[in-house]
């Protein structure tokens, strides 16, 4: 079992440039999400998704952008990178994004912006 | 706001002895208070998830414990293992997966 997977595991940029994160899941989950994790702050919702071809913002969306074209996988793309997007980023995913579900997340990637 | 704080924010303890860990929240409304576990470069992996309606949880060696009058929880690691080094976040939900608070979390070093 894979379940949540993300790449790369390491990534720098440069300012402006843009990428993307990749997220798949093979749990046939409808609810997947992004986090950012930043020193002595807790985990932050960036982007999510209830389903495929719905997605909607989290509470740091700025400078993010998302789509849900299947249900297994949930890029998350950087359009022009900016050193406060430093940060180790990590997908998330349960079955229907309901209150008491388990929340699964991969692995993280942790990105530089230079 | 919402806000979920941790204590201690670091802790050494020798394996095989025991800790406790809190988690004071002020989130409403309240759905539910999980735990988790994130060892070093890792993501964060779901220890346990408590409603209003329950106070105690175990997960082997894990027991988290929930007092919603006070809006305290607390995570019991009994006969601490090297392995349980490792970051341990409280999160609080008031809603569904996008309304999730997280905790900054404690960091367990368990040492020989």
């Known amino acids: 079992n894979a379940g949540v997977t993300q790449t790369p595991k390491f990534q720098v940029l440069k300012t402006g440039q843009s990428m993307t994160l990749q997220c798949a899941q093979d749990?046939?989950?409808?609810?997947m999400s992004w986090y950012r994790q930043d020193p002595g702050m807790g985990l932050r919702l960036i982007h999510y998704?209830?389903?495929?071809?719905?997605?909607d913002q989290g509470e740091v969306p700025n400078g993010y952008n998302v789509s849900r074209s299947t249900t297994e996988d949930f890029p998350l793309r950087l359009l022009s990178a900016a050193p406060s997007q430093t940060s180790v980023y990590f997908c998330a995913s349960s079955y229907s994004g309901q209150p008491n579900e388990k929340l699964f997340f991969g692995s993280g990637t942790q990105l530089s912006v230079l | 706001k919402n806000q979920v704080e941790q204590s201690p924010q670091s802790l050494i303890i020798l394996e095989g002895k025991n800790c406790t860990l809190q988690?004071?929240?002020?989130?409403?409304?309240?759905?539910?208070l999980r735990w988790y576990k994130q060892d070093t470069g890792r993501g964060p992996v779901s220890l346990t998830i408590m409603t209003f309606s329950e106070n105690t949880k175990s997960n082997g060696r894990y027991t988290a414990t929930l007092d919603a009058d006070t809006k305290q929880s607390s995570l019991h690691i009994t006969a601490s293992q090297l392995s349980d080094s490792a970051s341990y976040i409280c999160?609080?939900?008031?809603?569904?997966?996008?309304?999730?608070?997280f905790g900054t979390g404690t960091q367990l070093k368990v040492e020989l």
């Open positions: 999160v609080v939900s008031t809603g569904g997966g996008n309304k999730l608070t």
């Open positions: 749990m046939n989950h409808e609810y």
């Open positions: 998704s209830v389903g495929a071809g719905i997605t």
């Open positions: 988690c004071n929240y002020t989130v409403s409304p309240f759905s539910n």
